[in-house]
């Protein structure tokens, strides 16, 4: 996904995204799928620099439709982080997830902002525009438990730690990556959106890391872990 500074055209890239998807029938048995994942900013990128952030609550209009795709699929909806707005008045760098049964929750709040000052440059204030997530959250898909992460929190063992600890399936990571030029025209950008998760365990081995690109978690690769 090649996240826009419009809203609306990433709403629609998303919800054509999850329409594509097999209608879950009952009489089959389990879900084709049970997760399909957004990345970070999925709903609004900020292209350009100062300009304002566009913000969410769980009460806007379009969260219906999300519901009831979720169900009409029988999977949960992650969306990898949007500005979500708190009752403190402030923004938190969250992970959004919609599950057929619970309806549109908060997930996880980004924790380590990007801030950062190099010598001869201007600093970079990602704490400008959002407020710090407090603690780890987990996400549970089936019989998987996944421990989640945003882009900059990658660089803090801390959080990892609690995640091995805690003998997580997955340690997931949302991320972005920068279009080569904003002016490249939006369907022909590079993708600047990459959700990865490292597996704790691959076909009963001994435990270890490995890194792949998540696609939606099917019977399939859960069979496989």
């Given at each position: 996904m090649n996240s826009a500074d419009k809203v609306e055209v990433n709403l629609d890239f998303i919800l054509k995204a999850i329409r594509s998807l097999p209608d879950y029938?009952?009489?089959s048995g389990e879900a084709p799928f049970q997760l399909i994942c957004f990345p970070e900013n999925s709903l609004f990128m900020r292209i350009k620099e100062g300009s304002a952030v566009e913000s969410f609550d769980l009460t806007e209009s379009f969260w219906?439709?999300?519901?009831?795709?979720?169900?009409?699929?029988n999977l949960v909806i992650h969306l990898g982080s949007i500005a979500v707005?708190?009752?403190?008045?402030?923004?938190?760098?969250?992970?959004?997830?919609?599950?057929?049964?619970?309806?549109?929750?908060?997930?996880?709040?980004k924790i380590h902002l990007f801030d950062i000052e190099l010598e001869g440059q201007k600093p970079i204030r990602e704490s400008d525009a959002f407020k710090h997530g407090e603690k780890e959250q987990f996400l549970h898909i089936g019989d998987w438990v996944l421990g989640q992460s945003i882009c900059y929190d990658i660089r803090f063992s801390e959080l990892y730690q609690k995640y091995a600890e805690a003998q997580v399936d997955a340690r997931w990571v949302d991320g972005k990556r920068p279009a080569q030029s904003p002016s490249i025209p939006y369907g022909d950008r590079p993708p600047w959106a990459s959700l990865f998760a490292a597996a704790r365990r691959w076909a009963g081995g001994p435990p270890h890391s490995w890194w792949r690109s998540v696609r939606p978690l099917t019977p399939r690769s859960r069979q496989q872990r």
């Open positions: 029938k009952p009489a219906p439709e999300f519901i009831s795709l979720a169900r009409q699929k707005k708190t009752a403190d008045g402030h923004n938190t760098n969250s992970s959004v997830i919609v599950h057929p049964a619970e309806g549109v929750t908060a997930g996880y709040a």
